[in-house]
């Protein structure tokens, strides 16, 4: 039996008027937006002593390298959920839809902390030998190539962005509100060419997203990890890499949208169908995490070739194990036991809950990786770790530019959520077009219409 929404009963004018005054009940963020503010500054001044101090030893990018790692994932990873939902007519994530569509802000973060950490890799050449990596000496690789693709996943994110939003500030336009985002929207009139242009570029627009972030997550993983350790060769981490990366991004959208319906006053728009359907995802991709993970580890092990060991020791089992450990329990172990019972999965507190874990198992996860490949990051040289290093510790800057890059995002997103509303108005309109509710058995089911 569907969920009873309030919403339901609501007519489409009372639905434009409600989401386009949110930006009147975003006066009480203006603390968190000091606070957010002074931690960003605080992170991007520990970033920039971080640069000054030269780029040996090149360890010390470890950390960095551990929250660009993350954001790419809990950040630019949230519009996918958007794409799937829309390119399989998921009408019920279209209350949740902005909340990750939004998440694409995180670009303008993740972008130059991305250019800075490319450009402090160690040499790929030495005049006689290439470092072993994805690129077979490919021309400008991997620094040109990285930087490419990351301003195609920034850029793309932001035109996701504006075109979902125009037909909201059309709505705004034509409520009588003016400034910048009127004359941003005075083209879009809303005729049926408008519409289905619109509605094939979100499709084309996503199709590019999933791709570039796929790219992304793969020379990522294979540049900044795989190839500074010497030995590590896999063609199933990247794979994993971009799977872990989607659930934390998924994990956020479902923290976010908690978080609006708690405290945004959308309690009407925003239920518990959202939480259960996405909770499913989640409960598939912490399964998918799991296969991974076993596929990742089989090979090396039963291998035992002496490079394959030692990475096996600087990696797993070596001075990260512990963090190795807790992120398999925190992203698939726990997720697992809780996800299986529908009391929980069906409820809006055990998915956000469970999602929190994710987020944490995959920032854990990401700190072992990135933290032990960059401690052994140097020059090309042999093809075996010689010395395992120790367990290397975050630094006060570490923990700065560790703090300040989340609440950076954090900021971006609550000045976005001023001009732009949390949940589409013209998505929702459509999603009430497409549902009724009708009188059965003495309560009360949702219909839902199907188009072509």
Same mark, same amino acid.
């Given at each position: 039996m569907a969920e009873h929404h309030p919403a339901a009963h609501q007519s489409e004018a009372q639905v434009t008027r409600d989401l386009l005054a949110w930006r009147q009940r975003m006066g009480g963020a203006g603390v968190a937006m000091v606070i957010l503010a002074i931690l960003a500054i605080a992170g991007l001044v520990a970033l920039i002593s971080l640069i000054l101090s030269g780029p040996e030893p090149r360890s010390k990018w470890g950390y960095v390298a551990t929250i660009l790692a993350f954001l790419l994932g809990a950040g630019q990873g949230g519009p996918i959920i958007v794409f799937i939902s829309r390119l399989a007519k998921g009408f019920w994530a279209i209350p949740i839809r902005r909340a990750g569509e939004l998440l694409a802000i995180s670009g303008l973060v993740s972008v130059p902390l991305? *250019?800075?950490?490319?450009?402090?890799?160690?040499? &790929?050449?030495?005049?006689?030998? &290439? $470092?072993?990596?994805? &690129?077979?000496?490919?021309?400008?690789? #991997?620094?040109?190539?990285?930087?490419?693709? @990351? *301003?195609? =996943?920034?850029?793309t994110g932001? %035109?996701?962005?504006?075109?979902?939003?125009?037909?909201?500030?059309?709505?705004? $336009?034509?409520?009588?509100? $003016? /400034?910048?985002?009127?004359?941003?929207?005075?083209?879009?009139? /809303?005729?049926?060419?408008?519409?289905?242009?619109?509605?094939m570029g979100f499709i084309i627009l996503g199709a590019f997203y999933v791709m570039t972030y796929v790219y992304v997550h793969l020379f990522t993983s294979a540049d900044m990890a795989m190839a500074l350790v010497p030995g590590w060769h896999s063609s199933v981490f990247p794979a994993y890499h971009a799977i872990s990366g989607f659930q934390s991004g998924l994990s956020m959208v479902l923290l976010i949208s908690a978080l609006l319906m708690r405290f945004g006053g959308l309690r009407d728009y925003i239920g518990r169908e959202q939480f259960w359907g996405a909770s499913k995802i989640l409960l598939a991709l912490s399964l998918l995490y799991f296969y991974l993970t076993w596929a990742e580890f089989l090979l090396p092990w039963y291998g035992r070739e002496p490079q394959e060991v030692q990475y096996l020791s600087l990696v797993l089992f070596g001075p990260y194990k512990d963090l190795y450990v807790l992120a398999f329990f925190l992203s698939f172990i726990l997720p697992l036991l809780f996800l299986i019972w529908n009391p929980v999965r069906a409820s809006v507190g055990g998915p956000v809950f469970v999602g929190c874990m994710c987020m944490a198992g995959v920032f854990l996860d990401r700190m072992r990786i990135y933290v032990s490949a960059w401690s052994?990051? /140097?020059?090309?040289?042999?093809?075996?770790?010689?010395?395992?290093?120790?367990?290397?510790? #975050?630094? =006060?800057?570490?923990? =700065?530019?560790?703090? /300040? %890059?989340? %609440?950076?995002?954090?900021?971006?997103? *609550?000045?976005?959520? $001023?001009?732009?509303? #949390?949940?589409? @108005?013209w998505e929702y309109k459509l999603r009430l077009l497409l549902r009724t509710e009708r009188a059965y058995l003495g309560s009360e089911v949702t219909v839902l219409a199907k188009p072509r």
């Open positions: 991305y *250019l800075v950490v490319l450009f402090e890799l160690p040499e &790929w050449y030495n005049g006689q030998v &290439w $470092r072993a990596s994805i &690129w077979f000496h490919w021309p400008g690789a #991997p620094v040109v190539w990285d930087a490419i693709f @990351i *301003l195609m =996943l920034g850029f932001l %035109a996701l962005i504006y075109f979902s939003a125009i037909p909201d500030w059309a709505a705004a $336009r034509d409520a009588g509100v $003016r /400034g910048v985002t009127a004359n941003l929207s005075r083209w879009f009139i /809303g005729t049926q060419k408008q519409w289905f242009v619109l509605n052994v990051a /140097g020059p090309v040289g042999p093809t075996v770790v010689q010395v395992i290093p120790p367990t290397q510790y #975050p630094n =006060l800057l570490d923990i =700065l530019i560790m703090i /300040g %890059a989340p %609440a950076a995002v954090a900021l971006l997103y *609550l000045l976005v959520l $001023r001009i732009i509303p #949390p949940v589409g @108005i």
